[in-house]
C-alpha cells in the first residue's frame, strides 16, 4: 500500500482526497499552482466591493452526502445553512407572479397533490411523467425523454436542471439529470433542503480542509504547477514542476486532480471532455431587505437565482456564455433592475456598487456527447489516479461529484 501520496490541484476534489488520505494517516503532500486553495470554488477580497465574496455563489442540497461528509470530518459541517424544509420561493419576472415549492419531507411526494405547494398552472399528473426521465436510454438528451415545454417545465423543471447542469437541460445529459432526481427529489424533502455557505465558500470549503491537513502532517505548497510526468514499467516515477523534480518511490501514489485540459497534457491518451459552459455572477453591495428568502428562483430574465447574504445580494446566470460578450456595466444595469423587482427595492434608483465574475470555464458541458468522455478515477499507471468534478462520477459538475471524486481516488491510493 502506497504510504506517500501526492496530490496535484486543491480544488475540492483534490483537497477531499487529501482529507480522507491524511485521516488515515498517509503522508500527504499537496502541490497547487495557484496561490490558494479551492479551485472554481474559493474566496477572495474584492477591491470593487471592498467585501470578501465567492467566486460564484454555490448551492447545495441536504442530500449531498459526500459534501456534508467532508465538512463533518474537517469540522466545518455549521458552516451551511438552509431551511429546515425543502421550500423554493420563485418569481416570474413576465408576469409578476410569485410562488413557492414546498416539497414534503418524505419520499412520498405528496406535495404535487396540493396546488398550493406546486407549480401554479400544473397538475400531479404532469410531476408523473417526470419518472421517464429515472430510466433513460444511456446517451438520451433530456428533450428526447420529457417533453420540454408548458409550466412544469419552465417554471421548476428548467431552472433546477440548468443550475445542476450549467447547460440547456433539453440537450443536457438525460443519465445525468436522472442522477439527479435520484438523489434529491425521490429522496424526498429531506434531501432537498437547500443549503448555502453564509460566511462564504473559503470558510466553509477551504480553510477548515487546509487546517485539518496542516493538523495532520500534510505539506502543502502553493505556486507549484506540475509541468509534466515521468512515465516507466506502468508506473508514474517523476512529477516535473519546473524548479524541482519529485521523484515517486515504490511507496509513492500520485493523484492528479486538475481541471480536464490540463489532466489531458499530463497524463497520455486520456480522454476527457472538451466542451465547456459559462457562469455569470453579479454582485451588488446592499444590504437585502427584511422578507427577502436566501435564495429565490427567477424564470423569465436574466437573473436565475437571487442569493440574499447579509451584505450583498448576488445572482447567478447559468449556461451565460451569451452575456460574456455583453459589457459588464450593461449587464449590471439590466441585472440590477431585475433584483430590485425581485428583492421590492426601488426600481429607478442608483445601482449600488457591483461587481460581475465571468466563469468562462466553470463547468463541461453536460451534453451526452461529453458525459461520455469522462474517464474512471484510475489510470493505465498501478500509482496514479484521477480526481474531478470532470471524472466519471455520474454526476454533473458540482461539489457532490468533485468531493465524491476525491474520496474515490483516495479510496483507490489506499487499497494501491
Ligand atoms: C461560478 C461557479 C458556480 C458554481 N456553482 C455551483 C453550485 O451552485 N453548486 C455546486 O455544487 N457546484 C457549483 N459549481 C461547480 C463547483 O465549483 C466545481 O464542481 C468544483 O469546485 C470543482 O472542483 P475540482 O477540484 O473538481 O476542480 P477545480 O476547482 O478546477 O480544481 C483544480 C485545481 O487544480 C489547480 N491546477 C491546475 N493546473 C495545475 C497544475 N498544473 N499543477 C498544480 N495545480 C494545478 C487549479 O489551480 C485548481 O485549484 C460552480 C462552479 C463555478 C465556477
Known amino acids: 500500500m502506497a504510504q506517500q501520496v501526492h496530490i496535484i490541484g486543491a480544488g475540492l476534489s483534490g483537497l477531499a482526497a487529501a482529507v480522507r488520505l491524511a485521516g488515515r494517516g498517509l503522508k500527504v503532500h499537496v502541490h497547487e499552482a495557484a496561490g490558494q486553495a479551492g479551485g472554481r470554488c474559493r474566496s477572495y477580497h474584492d477591491p470593487a466591493l471592498d467585501m470578501v465574496i465567492d467566486n460564484g455563489n454555490h448551492l447545495l442540497l441536504s442530500g449531498n452526502h459526500a459534501a456534508l461528509d467532508f465538512l463533518r470530518v474537517v469540522g466545518a459541517e455549521n458552516m451551511l445553512s438552509g431551511p429546515d424544509h425543502a421550500r423554493f420561493p420563485f418569481c416570474d419576472l413576465a408576469s409578476g407572479a410569485r410562488w413557492t415549492i414546498a416539497i414534503s419531507d418524505g419520499r412520498l411526494p405528496w406535495w404535487i397533490f396540493d396546488p398550493a405547494r406546486r407549480v401554479p398552472g400544473t397538475r400531479a399528473r404532469d410531476y408523473l411523467a417526470l419518472a421517464r426521465l429515472l430510466w433513460p436510454p444511456a446517451e438520451a438528451a ?53 443549503l448555502i455557505a453564509h460566511a462564504g465558500l473559503g470558510a466553509a470549503f477551504v480553510d477548515p480542509a487546509l487546517a485539518f491537513l496542516r493538523r495532520h502532517g500534510a505539506d502543502i505548497r502553493f505556486g507549484r504547477r506540475l509541468r509534466a510526468i515521468d512515465y516507466e514499467a506502468g508506473r508514474a516515477v517523476v512529477l516535473r514542476f519546473g524548479d524541482e523534480d519529485v521523484g515517486l518511490g515504490t511507496d509513492a501514489a500520485a493523484i492528479v486532480a486538475v481541471p480536464p485540459v490540463v489532466a489531458a497534457a499530463l497524463v497520455p491518451d486520456l480522454s476527457v471532455p472538451t466542451e465547456f459552459r459559462a457562469i455569470v455572477n453579479a454582485h451588488f453591495k446592499v444590504t437585502p431587505p427584511a422578507g427577502v428568502a436566501p435564495i429565490t428562483g427567477v424564470v423569465n430574465g436574466t437573473t436565475e437565482w437571487l442569493f440574499a447574504f447579509d451584505d450583498r445580494l448576488s445572482v447567478t446566470v447559468s449556461g451565460a456564455d451569451r452575456l460574456l460578450d455583453v459589457a459588464r456595466e450593461e449587464l449590471a444595469q439590466s441585472i440590477w433592475r431585475e433584483v430590485a423587482r425581485v428583492a421590492g427595492l426601488p426600481e429607478g434608483g442608483a445601482l449600488p456598487p457591483w461587481q460581475i465574475v465571468r466563469e468562462r470555464r466553470a463547468t463541461f458541458a453536460a451534453l451526452p456527447s461529453e458525459n461520455r468522455k469522462r474517464p474512471p478515477a484510475s489510470s493505465r499507471w498501478a500509482n496514479l489516479f484521477l480526481a474531478g468534478d470532470w471524472t466519471a462520477t455520474g454526476l454533473p459538475a458540482t461539489i457532490e461529484g468533485s468531493i465524491r471524486s476525491g474520496f474515490r481516488a483516495a479510496e483507490l491510493v489506499a487499497t494501491a
Do not use: K, Q
Not at 142 to 149: K, L, T
Not at 164 to 189: C, F, H, K, Q, V
Open 142 to 194: 433530456i428533450g428526447e425523454v420529457v417533453d420540454c415545454r408548458g409550466p412544469l417545465y419552465e417554471r421548476l423543471v428548467r431552472p433546477l436542471m440548468l443550475a445542476a447542469l450549467n447547460t440547456e437541460p433539453r440537450d443536457s445529459s438525460a443519465a445525468l439529470a436522472s442522477a439527479i432526481l435520484r438523489g434529491t427529489l425521490l429522496e424526498g424533502g429531506a434531501a432537498c433542503r437547500p
